[in-house]
């Protein structure tokens, strides 16, 4: 069973701290990962992607990556009331030949406190 | 305004009866999915198309049907074979590239049994 896994939260911060979300996925041979932002009964936003080992920053994003553990992070500086909502981890994973699935974790719910 | 389109927003099935949801993409990508999401759940993958005519089952088909006769459109159908239909159903679509997939969702529709 290939798995995305995600702390459920919710994970709650004071505004203007660094709010760090975290992602372990069971493929190793997974190559492309992402973050996606979902407010409550909305559809979900692609905020970062990420394809090497490493840090990618974006304005106040960074997304973190460690094939060798597979671990996939989000950290989110200066934290803002408008970034509370649910963090999804996607994983791309191969299930033979030329099929790739996006799987995705459970979310992570952020809180940030005013 | 490129961009992926729902409809209904809000949908209402009675028992036995088959509903069907509507999405269209103006991107012009080959990819399109389709996508449950249930309360503290992940996204769900139902069935996927990589192209015209095609279409393949995902983690959870039974119960719905889908047709792929345009590249715009990718409509699902929820057939009274599915027993527990209320759910958040998410469209997306994605450009067809052998290694990355970043996925575009639509608005979602929230289907509820009378």
């Known amino acids: 069973q290939k798995e995305v896994e995600q702390n459920s939260g919710p994970l709650s911060v004071p505004e203007g701290a660094i709010a760090s979300l975290n992602c372990t996925y069971s493929d190793r041979g997974s190559q492309s990962f992402f973050w996606y932002r979902q407010y409550s009964g909305k559809s979900p936003e692609l905020i970062m992607s990420i394809y090497s080992n490493g840090d990618k920053e974006d304005g106040r994003f960074t997304a973190q990556l460690n094939k060798a553990s597979q671990y996939v992070s989000l950290l989110i500086r200066d934290s803002q009331p408008s970034d509370s909502a649910t963090y999804l981890c996607?994983?791309?994973?191969?299930?033979?030949?030329?099929?790739?699935?996006?799987?995705f974790g459970t979310g992570t719910l952020l809180a940030v406190q005013p | 305004d490129g961009g992926i389109t729902q409809s209904p927003k809000y949908l209402f099935r009675k028992e036995g009866q088959n509903v069907t949801l509507s999405c269209e993409q103006n991107l012009n990508h080959d990819a399109m999915y389709w996508y449950r999401q249930d309360p503290g759940q992940g996204l769900r993958l139902i069935y996927y198309?990589?192209?015209?005519?095609?279409?393949q089952k995902g983690d959870i088909a039974e119960g719905y049907s889908v047709s792929r006769e345009k590249k715009e459109s990718f409509p699902l159908t929820v057939t009274s074979a599915q027993k527990n239909p209320t759910a958040f159903y998410l469209c997306?679509?994605?450009?067809?590239?052998?290694?990355?997939?970043?996925?575009?969702f639509g608005s979602g529709t929230q289907l509820s049994v009378l």
């Open positions: 198309s990589q192209i015209v005519n095609d279409f």
């Open positions: 996607a994983v791309q994973m191969n299930y033979g030949g030329a099929t790739n699935k996006l799987i």
């Open positions: 997306a679509s994605s450009p067809r590239t052998p290694r990355h997939e970043k996925l575009f």
